[in-house]
């Protein structure tokens, strides 16, 4: 498995891995984000990346993780979208996604949190003067699907801790498919 940053080529995959995913958690993932990933808005603060995960076959990479081998790729199999929120509560770097079904329990959903946790902490110190002046916090947050029983085990190698239900920007923070998790960006 490899995860590399989504190209506009991308979509069609991410798409029908969306829809599978959705009929085991039963969730939609926030479409503001997306669409803002597809039209590539840019207001002069962070803009959503969105990193996919590839199941490349492990005998073709034989160039480790510092190489390429053009033209050679596996299938996209996870993603994830991290996106910023602003509220009242604070800065939320929000990380929302998911491995296919068939494929969890490999180590992809760790590798693309961990994608996301250096990239929220690369945008964290653009942002992190801004909050402390507000007196805000920063958070990195992650939404995980409820019905998979390998979620806590996820958020707990990945220092996450739970959250009450809460709401962020207006809205619930996560809806009856999804936990909320979180920690201290900085």
Do not use: K
């Not at 969306?18 to 039963?26: C, F, I, K, L, S």
């Not at 039209?39 to 993780?65: A, H, K, R, Y």
């Not at 068939?102 to 003067?129: F, P, Q, S």
Request: proline share 4%; aromatic share 6%; hydrophobic share 35%.
């Amino acid at each position: 498995m490899r995860v590399r940053e989504a190209r506009p080529g991308d979509l069609e995959q991410l798409r029908d891995l969306q829809q599978q995913a959705q009929r085991v958690d039963g969730c939609l993932f926030s479409q503001a984000a997306w669409e803002d990933w597809l039209t590539g808005s840019d207001l002069g603060e962070p803009g959503p990346s969105l990193f996919v995960l590839l199941d490349d076959d492990d005998e073709l990479n034989t160039w480790g993780q510092g190489g390429t081998l053009e033209g050679v790729e596996g299938e996209i199999i996870g993603y994830t979208l991290l996106h910023l929120i602003r509220d009242r509560e604070g800065y939320h770097l929000r990380c929302e996604g998911t491995v296919h079904p068939a494929h969890r329990r490999r180590g992809g959903g760790r590798a693309l949190l961990i994608c996301a946790l250096n990239r929220a902490r690369l945008w964290g110190t653009e942002l992190e003067d801004e909050g402390q002046q507000q007196g805000l916090p920063l958070w990195f947050e992650v939404l995980l699907p409820r019905r998979d029983l390998a979620s806590e085990r996820l958020a707990a190698r990945c220092e996450l801790e739970a959250v009450a239900d809460v709401t962020c920007a207006g809205q619930r923070a996560a809806d009856d498919g999804f936990r909320l998790y979180r920690r201290p960006l900085l």
